[in-house]
């Protein structure tokens, strides 16, 4: 008789997707990387990248090593490592990190501190 094996097969790079039209109220912490297409209200704390998507909006703080912002954002960001603002995001808020790119297009009021290497 032959025994059967189950095998389950986990991607090697997971990550967490919040889609579009879906709404949060509340804090979120996450290990693993994050795409939010929906609505956040409250903070975002993740040790991967967050990815903000165009259609995205997150009324709260961010604190992460990465993050691509291409929606819109009211709070404050602390990026450990580089924040990239796309064309197409508007952010209303401070932020401190390593590197920054800022695409033309992109809006962004408030100010900018840069971690130092000490």
């Known amino acids: 008789m032959a025994k059967i094996k189950e095998v389950i097969a986990i991607p090697a790079n997971t990550h967490n997707i919040l889609s579009s039209g879906t709404r949060i109220t509340g804090d979120i912490n996450a290990e693993e990387d994050i795409r939010i297409d ?5 903070n975002i704390t993740c040790k991967g ?7 995205s909006s997150v009324i709260g703080n961010i604190e992460s090593c990465n993050i691509e912002l291409l929606g819109q954002v009211k709070g404050n960001i602390t990026c450990r490592e580089r924040i990239i603002l796309r064309a ?10 390593s ?8 809006q962004f009021e408030g100010a900018c501190v840069m971690y130092t290497e000490q």
């Open 38 to 42: 929906g609505t956040v209200e409250g």
């Open 49 to 55: 990248k967050i990815v903000v998507g165009a259609s």
């Open 88 to 97: 197409s995001s508007i952010l209303y808020g401070d932020i401190k990190t």
């Open 99 to 106: 590197i920054i790119e800022i695409e033309p297009g992109a």
